[in-house]
């Protein structure tokens, strides 16, 4: 075996293999990750032989698939009259009756009237039913969550989970995935994320922008280079969660679609178009680099937040004891593997200055993230704009994590947790955005071997 210093060579290496489009297809990122102590390798077999398979059973409980989003709030940046009229593009909100009560009812008392008004009803009519190992006798079980959701360690534009628009929506049965929405609409909304939210001035051209002044990504990458390492973070935090939405596009894009069936797959080309290294001119690696450096940033909350999911009085409350039990048990499974990843990103070096600029910089890099949440409101396609809320939102609770770190480690073993909290809305964000860029991950190695056998 490799030792650690082994793997933490200052080196990105770029292999080839053939493609499909008559040169070689440099995908292969290995290596060293610019900002952290880590490599590619080392996480890959971490996400996909331990973490994937224990997020993705995780995720499929009734806890972790049942998410409330109000997605009818308008677009506050400009006139959208973009929705798209396209079916895979719908989102299926859920019947009320249909989650478990647990979840839904405010007090969080499980009642067994609520219980079986779960009728099963038509597959097109609903949004998947209750998950029949739920237990039929009543359960009084009481949870109450402070909900309080001190804005001022907010990084998103939390959604009003009371609004009467709000609706629970079954993750499980709107997977994310190619739904046709793409071109201009589409492209206005990374735009606008990039050139307005990501500290950049306007004279810096982004790396293949349209028109002149593309000089290869020579002056923006010198540019970046030049920033703090805050900033420079924030843009990579950014630009690897564009890169995991694409390899999920890619991943499960739609290959046939005719009145006897829809298959949904790999398409190597679409993935080949956002990041081989000839095509995209050298951004397709850089891009899966920021990926990998987004991935980090998440394990990293993950194990920071272990002592607040630790303490015996938390529960994965949905009413049914031994099955929340063993959800926790799976979940503080998946955090101590968190904790015990050697190569973690050290967020220390954040906001570390002088105290006042630190201070300044730390609002300012929490009030563009509040705007791009708020830009999400944005999307034309609402299950994009369902998976898009969910993704940043998660990212959010991940940074408010990170800087929370000294009230984390003050709370006490019993009792209400004061200075820091989470709702049940954030931690099913940050777990399922995480699951997302762990399934990219994942997806990364199916591309690579696909391409190897072509």
Avoid at 124 to 145: I, M
Avoid at 148 to 168: G, K, M, N, R
Avoid at 278 to 294: A, C, D, Q, S, W
Wanted: aromatic share 12%.
């Amino acid at each position: 075996g490799a030792t650690r210093s082994e793997f933490c060579g200052n080196r990105l290496l770029l292999s080839s293999w053939p493609g499909t489009t008559g040169h070689h297809t440099h995908l292969k990122v290995t290596g060293y990750l610019d900002d952290c102590t880590c490599d590619v390798e080392t996480i890959d077999a971490l996400n996909n032989y331990e973490l994937f398979p224990r997020l993705n059973e995780l995720l499929q409980s009734d806890y972790f698939r049942y998410y409330k989003v109000n997605l009818k709030k308008p677009c506050p940046f400009w006139n959208d009259n973009s929705h798209c009229g396209i079916r895979d593009c719908a989102v299926k909100p859920c019947p009320s009756n249909e989650v478990p009560d647990g979840i839904r009812s405010g007090s969080y008392k499980y009642s067994e009237e609520a219980n079986n008004l779960a009728e099963e009803c038509e597959e097109a009519e609903r949004l998947g039913a209750v998950d029949g190992s739920l237990s039929e006798e009543t359960q009084e079980a009481v949870l109450r969550w402070t909900q309080h959701d001190d804005s001022s360690d907010s990084f998103c534009e939390a959604d009003d989970i009371h609004s009467p628009d709000a609706e629970y929506v079954d993750l499980l049965l709107n997977p994310e995935r190619y739904t046709g929405y793409k071109g201009p609409d589409a492209w206005k909304i990374w735009n606008s994320i990039y050139e307005e939210n990501c500290f950049k001035p306007q004279t810096v051209k982004r790396p293949l922008a349209s028109g002149r002044g593309d000089d290869g990504g020579h002056t923006f990458y010198n540019w970046l280079k030049g920033v703090c390492v805050e900033k420079r973070a924030f843009y990579r935090l950014i630009s690897g969660l564009h890169a995991s939405i694409n390899i999920h596009l890619s991943a499960r894009y739609l290959l046939q679609d005719t009145w006897s069936e829809k298959k949904w797959g790999p398409n190597v080309t679409e993935f080949q178009q956002r990041f081989d290294e000839v095509i995209t001119r050298g951004e397709g690696p850089r891009r899966l680099k920021n990926l990998y450096f987004l991935y980090l940033i998440e394990l990293r909350a993950l194990s920071k937040a272990l002592p607040f999911f630790e303490r015996p009085v938390f529960q994965l409350y949905t009413g049914n004891k031994i099955h929340d039990a063993e959800i926790k048990n799976l979940l503080l499974e998946i955090l101590h593997l968190a904790k015990s990843f050697p190569l973690h990103f050290d967020e220390n070096s954040f906001f570390a200055g002088n105290k006042k600029e630190a201070a300044k910089l730390k609002e300012e890099f929490r009030l563009h993230f509040k705007n791009i949440s708020k830009i999400m409101d944005c999307v034309g396609c609402f299950k994009c704009r369902l998976w898009g809320k969910l993704q940043t939102q998660g990212l959010g609770t991940a940074l408010k994590i990170l800087f929370s770190e000294n009230l984390i480690e003050k709370i006490p073993e019993s009792g209400p947790s004061y200075g820091f909290q989470l709702t049940r809305q954030e931690i099913v964000a940050l777990f399922n955005a995480f699951g997302r860029i762990s399934t990219s991950v994942k997806e990364l190695e199916n591309f690579r071997t696909i391409l190897r056998n072509m």
